[in-house]
């Protein structure tokens, strides 16, 4: 039976789902209905990252806040498990992607080193595709426009190019990028693999999150065919563990920096170059995921658990 989730418990429920407090880490997508109305008009979608068989749940989402329950879609592919993760066995942001112009949602599976798409109606979900995701170990994926990117932690971490048209995804020939990171095989590997890959909110640069390995953030230029650049600029991190990031209304990036347990902003260059603005102390152990909305900024801390 759908069950319905109290406004007042809503809180707790994304912290648990969002911090990993069940046996797998899902990631969260939320959807809102672009002007045809198709697409999923107050839909949220949850991946589980069974390792076992990975899932979409799809929930309806009211006014107020409280989800129902509405169905479960396989993915064709399986989740997956980095060494020593605990609370999140991605050690990522953004394996679950939302795109109301398809509308389309695209979904990561770690452990068959794969990329599922979905078509989007309300909150019904039908498979379309699964494809590999470019290298080994995918963790993120955004998209900007008809530009899809995908990042596999493994084999020091890797981002491949796709173009949806007609409902699924196309490899774009010579958009594979290595990131070259060391990550070992030991319990501290889910430190030092890449976090997040997203696109500027004018599609224009990628920017890449590298944890421990380099405590940086990589930021590639894409051409006009959608190909990045030949080498990122690395723009190393004052803090520490840079894990997610997100943008600010006026473009500016915001970096969930796990080590050093704050948030931090930068602006962002036409040439790639990040320049400091502020660190905020969250006060809050393993400051891993950010989401903005409305003008605010949202932190989960894994070590926690805890929102700031």
């Not at 900024?297 to 926690?304: L, V």
Request: hydrophobic share 45%; proline share 7%; aromatic share 6%.
């Amino acid at each position: 039976m759908p069950t319905r989730t109290p406004a007042a418990a809503i809180a707790s429920v994304v912290a648990g789902a969002v911090l990993g407090l069940a046996p797998w880490a899902p990631a969260t997508a939320f959807a809102q209905a672009p002007a045809d109305g198709s697409g999923g008009d107050h839909a949220v979608f949850v991946q589980t990252d069974d390792p076992a068989g990975n899932a979409v749940v799809a929930y309806d989402r009211a006014d107020d806040g409280s989800l129902t329950w509405s169905a479960t879609y396989a993915t064709g592919g399986l989740g997956g498990q980095l060494a020593g993760s605990v609370v999140d066995h991605l050690a990522s942001q953004g394996s679950l992607a939302y795109d109301p112009a398809g509308p389309a949602l695209f979904a990561v599976n770690a452990g068959s080193d794969s990329v599922s798409v979905f078509a989007v109606h309300g909150d019904r979900l039908a498979l379309r595709q699964v494809l590999s995701s470019g290298g080994t170990f995918p963790v993120s994926v955004a998209v900007s426009r008809s530009l899809v990117y995908v990042l596999d932690a493994g084999s020091g971490g890797s981002i491949t190019g796709y173009r949806l048209a007609g409902g699924t995804l196309h490899p774009i020939p010579g958009s594979s990028r290595p990131l070259g990171l060391t990550i070992p095989g030991d319990a501290s590997q889910f430190t030092h693999t890449p976090g997040q890959v997203a696109f500027t909110p004018d599609g224009a640069q990628l920017l890449v999150t590298t944890k421990a390995a380099s405590n940086a953030v990589d930021v590639f230029a894409l051409d006009r065919d959608g190909r990045p650049s030949a080498a990122p600029v690395v723009n190393g991190e004052p803090g520490a563990v840079p894990f997610a990031l997100g943008f600010d209304g006026a473009g500016r990036v915001l970096v969930a920096e796990a080590g050093s347990e704050a948030l931090a902003s930068f602006s962002l260059a036409s040439d790639g170059v990040l320049t400091a603005i502020d660190t905020a102390g969250t006060g809050q152990p393993a400051t891993c995921w950010i989401a903005t909305a409305q003008g605010y900024a949202f932190t989960s801390n894994a070590g926690g658990p805890s929102l700031t």
